[in-house]
C-alpha cells in the first residue's frame, strides 16, 4: 500500500506516524549543542552551562515541504573528552548529524574534522545505511557574539564543502537564529535527494 | 575673540616636513645652489634642514602628547566617506557656537584647534569655553585621511561636536560610521607578521574564556604579556611538551605594544606618539 509507505533515503522504509529520524549532535564541549535543542524543542536559552553527561534525547516533530510530517530523535552527546571512549556507540544507526562549532573560538572548527567528522565516519554503519547516506549540516553557533567572532563564514562553508554536508549555517541559540532552518533543512535534505 | 591663546602654539607647526621644507626652499629663504632642490650639490643641506625639522616635529609630538595627555583616553574609531582636503578644515573659522549644543543655561565659546601629528594624522580639538564649569568641555580627536577614520573620545557630546564642527570640513557626506573593535581585528593585528620589516611585535594579548564563550566556570580571561608573546608562545610550544590551547580557547579580546593597545568594546589606546609608532598604528587601523 504505497499510500501509507514512506521512502526515505538510504532504503529505509518508514511506516506512517512511524516517521522516525535519528539525529545526532557532535561538537566540542561548551559549543552549545544542548542549548541549540533547547531552543529547537522548548524555545528556552539557558545561559550557565551545564555539560552534557554522555547523552541526552529528546524528540521533536518536523514538517517537511510537502506537508508530511517526520519525527526527530535528537541525541545529544557530550563534548567532553572524558566520554570519547564511550560516545561512538550513540552514533550508530543515525540518519543526520549536525556539527556545531563556536564561531568565538577557531579550534572548536579545527576539531569538526578530526576527531568528531572522523569518528562519525568510522562508527555510524549499520547495516542497511551506507555512510556515504548519512545528511549532515555544519552549525556556526554564537552568531549573536559578533564582536568576538573569530571563524570567517568563508572558513566555515569551505569545510562543509570538504565534508559533502548539506550546508553552513551561522546560528544562535541565544537569540533563536535560524536554529529552526538548521534543523529544518537537515531533515528535509534527507528527503530532497532521494524523491519520493 | 578674546580666547586664551592656549594653543596657539600648535598652529605655528608645519603641515609637514617636506611641505615646510618645499615652502621654504621657494621663498628662497635657505641657501641652497640653484640647480633644483634635490640636486647633489644640495643633498647635505637638504639632509640637515630636514633633521631639524624632524627633531622639531618629535618635539612637537611630545609637547601634544604632554599637554593633552593623549594616552589616558579609550578612542573609539568612526569611518567618513568622500573625504575633502585638509585645507578646509585649516582655513575653518576657529570659533563656533557652543548654545545649540548644551542644555545648560549659560555663556560659553567655542573653539576648533587642529595640527598634525604626522603626515597622516591630524589632531583636532573641539573646546568650549566659559565662567560656568559644566560648560567647560574639551574633546579630542585624531583623524587619519588615508585611512578614512576618525579616532575620537567616547562621549555623546564628542560625536555632536564632530558632527556639526568637524564633519563637514573633511567630508562630503553627512554620515560617520562607527567601527566596532572586533576579535577578528585582534587576530589579523597579532598575526601580522609576514614581512619582517613591517611585523608589529605584540606585548600583550588577551583571550577571553568566559562561560559565555567557552562554556567553562571560574576563568574569564588569560593574559599574556612579554617582549614579543606570540614568538614566545609558538617557541615554548616547539621546545617544551606543553599544550598552549588556550590560545585558541577563546576569542582574542585585547592585544597592545608598547605604542598601542586594541581591545574589543573597549577602544584604541595610544602610548606613544611617534612617527613610526603612528605608520603602525594606521596599519592596524586600515584593517577595520
Ligand atoms: N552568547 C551565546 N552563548 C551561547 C549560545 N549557545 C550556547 N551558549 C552558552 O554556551 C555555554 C555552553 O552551552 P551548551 O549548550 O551547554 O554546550 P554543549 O555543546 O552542549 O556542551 P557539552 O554538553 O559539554 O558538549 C552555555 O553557557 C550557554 O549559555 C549562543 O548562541 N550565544
Ligand atoms: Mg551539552
Known amino acids: 500500500m504505497s ?5 526515505g533515503g538510504s532504503g529505509v522504509q518508514i511506516m506512517k506516524q512511524k516517521l522516525v529520524l535519528k539525529l545526532v549532535l557532535l561538537g566540542d564541549p561548551g559549543v552549545g549543542k544542548t542549548s541549540l535543542i533547547s531552543q529547537f524543542v522548548h524555545a528556552r536559552f539557558r545561559h550557565s552551562y551545564q555539560l552534557t553527561v554522555g547523552l541526552d534525547i529528546s524528540s521533536k516533530q518536523v514538517k517537511l515541504k510537502d506537508g508530511r510530517t517526520v519525527t526527530l530523535s535528537i541525541n545529544d552527546i557530550g563534548g567532553q573528552a572524558r566520554f570519547a571512549a564511550i560516545r561512538h556507540m550513540f552514533f550508530k544507526g543515525a540518519h543526520l548529524a549536525m556539527f556545531v562549532y563556536d564561531v568565538t573560538r577557531a579550534e572548536t572548527l579545527e576539531n569538526i574534522m578530526d576527531p568528531w567528522y572522523k569518528e562519525l565516519m568510522e562508527f555510524c554503519s549499520q547495516p542497511d545505511t551506507t555512510k556515504s547516506a548519512i545528511k549532515t549540516i555544519l552549525v556556526g553557533n554564537k552568531s549573536d557574539l559578533e564582536d568576538y567572532r573569530m571563524v570567517e563564514e568563508e572558513e566555515g562553508n569551505s569545510l562543509a564543502k ?27 535534505s534527507f528527503f530532497d535527494e532521494v524523491g519520493k | 575673540m578674546g580666547f586664551e591663546p592656549e594653543y596657539d602654539y600648535l598652529e605655528s607647526l608645519p603641515t609637514y616636513i617636506f611641505q615646510d621644507l618645499v615652502e621654504r626652499w621657494q621663498k628662497k629663504t635657505l641657501e641652497l645652489k640653484p640647480n633644483g632642490l634635490l640636486s647633489e650639490d644640495n ?45 578646509d578644515l585649516y582655513n575653518r573659522q576657529k570659533s563656533f557656537n557652543v548654545t545649540p549644543y548644551v542644555t545648560e543655561e549659560g555663556k560659553a565659546k567655542g573653539r576648533i584647534t587642529s595640527t598634525d601629528l604626522s603626515e597622516q594624522a591630524t589632531f583636532i580639538i573641539a573646546e568650549s569655553s566659559s565662567r560656568i564649569a559644566t560648560l567647560r568641555k574639551r574633546f579630542r580627536f585624531i583623524y587619519f585621511p588615508t585611512v578614512k577614520l576618525v579616532l575620537m573620545e567616547p562621549f555623546d557630546l564628542c560625536e555632536i561636536f564632530f558632527k556639526n564642527e568637524i564633519l563637514p570640513y573633511i567630508s562630503k557626506e553627512d554620515k560617520f560610521i562607527k567601527k566596532p573593535i572586533r576579535a577578528r581585528l585582534i587576530k589579523s593585528f597579532a598575526k601580522y607578521k609576514d614581512d619582517p620589516m613591517q611585523r608589529i611585535t605584540l606585548t600583550d594579548l588577551k583571550i577571553k574564556i568566559s562561560l559565555e564563550t567557552s562554556g567553562i566556570e571560574g576563568l574569564n580571561q588569560i593574559i599574556i604579556q612579554g617582549d614579543d608573546v606570540i614568538r614566545g608562545a609558538e617557541t615554548l610550544e616547539q621546545r617544551h611538551e606543553i599544550s598552549l590551547k588556550f590560545m585558541n580557547s577563546g576569542p582574542w579580546v585585547a592585544a597592545g605594544t608598547q605604542d598601542f593597545q586594541f581591545e574589543v568594546s573597549k577602544g584604541v589606546k595610544i602610548h606613544r606618539l611617534e612617527n613610526s609608532s603612528l605608520k603602525k598604528l594606521l596599519i592596524v587601523l586600515s584593517w577595520l
Open chain 1, 3 to 7: 499510500s501509507n509507505k514512506y521512502t
Open chain 1, 162 to 188: 570538504r565534508m559533502g554536508a548539506i550546508g553552513h549555517i551561522s546560528a544562535s541559540a541565544k537569540e533563536n537564529l535560524k536554529v529552526d532552518d538548521a534543523f529544518k533543512a537537515l531533515a528535509q
Open chain 2, 43 to 87: 643633498r647635505d643641506k637638504v639632509i640637515e634642514i630636514v633633521n631639524d625639522l624632524k627633531i622639531s616635529q618629535s618635539k612637537h609630538l611630545t609637547k601634544v602628547a604632554e599637554n593633552f595627555d593623549l594616552s589616558s583616553v579609550w578612542w573609539q574609531a568612526y569611518s567618513v566617506e568622500r573625504i575633502k582636503p585638509l585645507v
